[in-house]
């Protein structure tokens, strides 16, 4: 397993948490109760780390929220050591339809349904967002994002989105132009945010 791998692996829960706000506890051991009791507080993120192509089991699973509404999905998946992406603007059928015409095959992806905080719902604003090395889902608010986009812009880095979503892939991306490792790169990135 490579070093991004063995990092989501061990880390796919602790660093993502992904909390139900209103019942305060991870989400897989809550679900059934949020889903009883009509919780609006799950995040659309999902990530595999499987053995064969994950993308279609991305969006089956990314069905499975949509009941929470969304203006945008994607997905994103690793193959060959390269980061391939198909999002869209508006419902999963979109994706999926760019699936359909260029399938990705990568064993290890993420996908994520939007609804837009920063920047308009468009294809370049859907999530995943990519740096050169990663791509990164993300729910919330950035906080300081615009001060971390001109931090990076002055180190020469280019940015696609109006999102502040983005700007966790180029953090992470300037943690391992210092060298780090991939765990400490994310670890550190997490600090910064």
Not at 139 to 145: A, L, R, S, T
Request: with cysteine.
């Amino acid at each position: 397993m490579d070093g991004w791998a063995s990092a989501l692996s061990r880390h796919a829960i602790t660093s993502s948490e992904v909390i139900c706000k209103e019942h305060r506890s991870l989400l897989a051991p809550i679900w059934p109760e949020c889903l009883k009791y009509g919780c609006n507080n799950m995040c659309g993120i999902v990530g595999i780390l499987g053995t064969g192509p994950v993308a279609d089991s991305i969006v089956d699973a990314l069905k499975r929220l949509e009941y929470r509404g969304y203006d945008s999905a994607g997905v994103a998946t690793l193959e060959n050591g390269k980061l391939e992406r198909r999002r869209a603007e508006g419902k999963l059928k979109n994706p999926e339809a760019k699936l359909a015409a260029a399938p990705l095959g990568g064993a290890i992806g993420i996908g994520h349904t939007r609804w837009a905080t920063h920047g308009k719902p468009t294809e370049t604003n859907a999530h995943p967002h990519a740096s050169p090395r990663l791509a990164v889902v993300h729910n919330g608010i950035i906080e300081n994002f615009r001060a971390l986009r001109q931090e990076l812009a002055a180190k020469g880095y280019a940015f696609a989105t109006e999102t502040d979503s983005e700007i966790a892939a180029f953090v992470v991306e300037d943690e391992l132009e210092k060298g780090k490792p991939p765990e400490e790169a994310v670890q550190a990135a997490l600090g910064r945010l």
